[in-house]
């Protein structure tokens, strides 16, 4: 089973255009998917974690409808076939 | 920054105002510095604290900073002068992993240095200064600045721990000088292996200890190359010129309305010629009586002479900040500015007076001016058309490594549009 990362459209050009990425194998957690997407497409990575290992202040990581910020974070798991959504937060330039 | 060759009215120029908003970045062309066009935004929605025209390669390479409330900050370029922009796809400016730091904003690009044309350096929030020796290719941190140990006791101002300020020596490269805020000024005399606070004379209003060796906040010090030694500092209250690099500091705050300001701007050909814009106070940051005016010396800080004819002298609530004024290399030199309100004001008479360039703008952060000569607008114009007819020509050219994000490049050029009568207009109703 694969984990499916559901892109916003914003960062769908730095993944060669799509906008879902499949990791299979599937991590066992956040920050697992995040060390993948890393591997395959660091603008992506970039964007959504800072030099210190964390989240940037204004996007949020779900896990199916789960907001992982609230919870374990970067260690929340991530079960075969999960949904992970990258969004940005209600917030705006 | 300015090319600092003089250039007369009638030698065929173009002036280029790099403005930086909250809300994504501006370009400004004319060829008369009357009317004016304007292409942007470009990065929407992002804040573009640095912008930067280098002339010194084969065409001029326009910066900018930009920084996404969401994604984080990058640096982007444009070699056809901001029609369309580069943006790499991974971040180039980074800190190093075990250093505890990330980035925050990217507040100064310093394109100067005419002994290694490859050189580049900007100026980061948390205060660091970056370098680059591939023309920005590739970056890496300061390691002198970055290990200071007077890191762990500088702290953040209003905007943030930023390395705001980068002054270079043309006579001698291993000598730099950088400002944070607040931290002080640094300078060092070895390529940056070792820095040293030069802060004598500089106070801070906000510490029990006045007089500090270091957490001055500088807000801004400008020098001309052809008097690298006499610096000019405008602080968190006070107004300072230093004839010895920074090594010691004078009070030059005489005939000024206040000392609390943010923009200080150099002169292109005077090193005399300094302009500043106070602020009435750090508690209620509008300039004093709410009469727009900038401030100028013609004797090194001797003594300051108000300018205002054009600008607003009623009801003028206005904030001017730190990058948000710049000269250009005319002769005579237009002095420009952009306030927190979204007006940008220019004077093509050294300041004697001013008109509305434009408004409704978002808050200006940065304003930066160039003046490039005809056989460079000549060479843009032929890049510009081959970029836009292969879609990426600086990857087909194979020149900016992981600048490939083709993608992203913003087009918008195509939104260019004469304002000049708009401006006239403005401007008389600004008086």
Known sequence: MAVRVVLPSVLQPLAAGTGVLELDPAPATVGGVMRAIRARWPGVYDRVITETNEVRPHVNLFVGQEIVRKHQGLDAPVADGSEVYILPAVSGG | MATRSRRSANDATATLLMVGTTKGAFVFRTDDRRRWTMSGPHFRGSSIYAMACDARGPRPRLWASTDSP???????????????WAVPTEALVKFPEGSGLSLKRIWQIATDGAANPDQLYCGVEPAALFQSTDRGRSWSPVLGLLEHP?????APGGGGLCLHTIVRDPTNARRMLVAISTGG????????????????????QFLPDKH?????????????PARPERLYLQNHWGLYRSDDWGDTWHDIARDVPSDFGFAMAMHPHDPDTVYILPLESDMFRCVPEAKLRVYRTRDGGGSWQALSRGLPQEGAFETVLRDAMGADAGEPAGIYFGTRSGKLFGARDGGMSWTLIAGGLPPVVCVKAATLAAPAQAATRSAAAAHRATGSALRARGRTGKQVAATQRRSSGARARSIGKRARTSARSAR
């Open chain 2, 70 to 84: 969401h994604w984080g900050a990058n640096l982007a370029t444009s070699d056809d002068l901001g029609a369309t």
């Open chain 2, 150 to 154: 007077h890191r762990r006791q500088w």
């Open chain 2, 185 to 204: 000024v640094y300078r060092t005399d070895d390529a940056g292996r070792t820095w040293r606070a030069r802060n004598v004379g500089v106070r801070a």
């Open chain 2, 212 to 224: 500090p060796e270091f957490g001055q906040c500088v807000h801004k010090v400008v020098h001309h």
